[in-house]
């Protein structure tokens, strides 16, 4: 049974995993497609429609590959989870299809406006079309972090007649605290993701020397949004995410942070090597009482170890919850770091003649995805041995008649469908910022206006040079 459940979980974990690398871009490409729109509109400067229109085309790959890997990580709930499923479906069914009928739908039919639509719709309702598209991609996002927040920390639940949980508020399960925190946060990891990757195409166009109008635009636009996100991913959100943790999942609190004995004024951990065998960290780097001081603010506020728990409700994977931990807050630490410098650099005017700065922004271009990669990580193995914390263990959750062979079948396959998949999305990405913005496909131009006598100022010194 155990090897099972373990076959089952780590199917689950590749298949999610694979699938949030596309929507952390998608969601992220939507709010700066909104910025290039609004750019546009108040400007009227065509330089900013044939900018929105270049990331619109990797925004639709990104959304098409998403749809793709997403429908098979949804079936799991009943082919691989079919437990879980039978108890909790009355309560997570309501968040997963929501997600589909309402943001999904509204997302991809306002795409299709935004991407083949711009003559019909003119300069505001093309604009109208890209903020729907956004508030569809963050709309998604928000019933997929609900549905997830629950199993972290259940709300406005009952447990009915014939032990099967049942929703005793609607609203509570969509307001559940945890969820608008852990929303916050997952979301301003996406607006990262996006501005990492728009500012690293600018700067390669900029070392290149080509398409440097739109290299400025992609670089500047990348910083100023994505120094704020940056800030605001530590505090507030990462800081009430932290202490959520710290009130309702301690064990959890105590094995990201490698502590195995209570302490007043405890540590916080910088770097160190967990030792679960004899219930240490080896070679500790450590700021004194800084852990009690962020989770309490209280220099001297008592922190649970592991060994106050008793062993069946750790996290079956402490060294991983650990390393997954400090690699997310360390690559968070590092993006305030590089966006500040970027922002200075911005303000100094010299940003974009800044080499070395314009390699740094390229070459930080995965980080983004290991960041968030390691945070979901943290939080789906440190909330372990639980599937809904407190109510349901992960080995009573899954298919009893889904043997292990069976699903290591299945997962080597899925890994080498999304293998194909993976190199067709980097080919066409790749493809597109070859192309450049000037090259505009088959995506339409905007409708002639009589009173647009002449182009753009900006606009026209590109064409003109290219």
């Given at each position: 049974m155990g090897h099972a459940v373990d076959a089952h979980r780590l199917h689950f974990a590749f298949t999610v995993t694979f699938h949030y690398i596309f929507p952390q871009l998608t969601m992220g490409l939507a709010l700066l497609l909104v910025y290039l729109k609004t750019k546009a509109l108040r400007t009227g400067d065509e330089h900013y429609n044939r900018a929105a229109r270049f990331w619109a085309k990797i925004?639709?790959?990104?959304?098409?590959m998403g749809v793709v890997t997403g429908i098979p990580m949804?079936?799991?709930?009943?082919?691989?989870?079919?437990?879980?499923?039978?108890?909790?479906?009355?309560?997570?069914?309501?968040?997963?299809?929501?997600?589909?009928?309402f943001s999904f739908f509204l997302e991809s039919s306002f795409l299709?406006?935004?991407?083949?639509g711009e003559k019909k719709l003119g300069r505001i309702g093309h604009w109208i079309s890209a903020f729907l598209v956004w508030l569809g991609s963050w709309l998604s996002g928000y019933f997929i972090v609900a549905t997830d927040?629950?199993?972290q920390h259940p709300v406005?639940?009952?447990?009915?007649?014939?032990?099967?949980i049942e929703l005793a508020s609607f609203w509570g399960l969509l307001l559940n605290k945890w969820a608008l925190w852990q929303y916050a946060h997952t979301m301003l990891g996406a607006a990262q993701t996006g501005c990492f990757v728009m500012a690293a195409v600018g700067a390669f166009y900029l070392l290149t020397h080509r398409d440097e109008a739109y290299g400025r635009?992609?670089?500047?636009?990348?910083?100023?949004?994505?120094?704020?996100?940056a800030v605001l991913q530590l505090f507030p959100t990462g800081d009430m995410q932290g202490k959520l943790i710290a009130t309702h999942q301690p064990v959890t609190l105590a094995a990201m942070e490698g502590l195995f004995e209570s302490r007043d004024g405890a540590p916080l951990a910088i770097l160190g090597q967990p030792d679960v065998e004899h219930r240490k960290l080896d070679n500790p780097l450590e700021i004194p009482r800084m852990l009690s001081f962020l989770t309490y603010q209280k220099w001297k506020a008592n922190i649970k170890g592991l060994n106050d728990f008793p062993e069946d409700l750790?996290?079956?994977?402490i060294e991983m919850v650990y390393y997954s931990y400090h690699i997310?807050?360390?690559?968070?630490?590092i993006f305030i770091a590089v966006m500040a410098l970027a922002a200075l650099q911005l303000w100094r005017g010299k940003l974009f003649e800044s080499r070395w700065m314009l390699w740094l922004l390229m070459l930080s271009v995965p980080l983004p995805y290991i960041a968030n990669t390691a945070g979901w990580i943290t939080a789906e193995v440190g909330r372990q041995p639980w599937l809904i914390y407190g109510l349901m263990r992960t080995v009573h959750g899954s298919s009893p008649r889904v043997s292990a062979g069976n699903v290591w079948f299945t997962l080597l396959g899925f890994m080498g469908m999304y293998s194909v998949l993976a190199i067709l999305w980097l080919f066409l990405t790749w493809r597109e910022i070859e192309l450049g913005p000037e090259h505009t496909g088959h995506l339409s131009e905007p409708a002639s206006n009589a009173g647009d006598d002449q182009e753009p100022k900006l606009g026209a010194e590109v064409r003109n040079r290219s």
């Open positions: 925004f639709g790959i990104n959304f098409a949804e079936f799991q709930f009943g082919t691989n989870w079919a437990e879980f499923s039978k108890s909790a479906g009355g309560v997570i069914g309501q968040t997963l299809a929501m997600e589909g009928v299709g406006l935004f991407l083949f927040a629950w199993m406005a639940y009952r447990v009915g007649a014939n032990g099967q635009t992609f670089v500047k636009g990348g910083v100023l949004v994505g120094i704020v996100a750790w996290p079956d994977r997310m807050v360390g690559l968070g630490t």
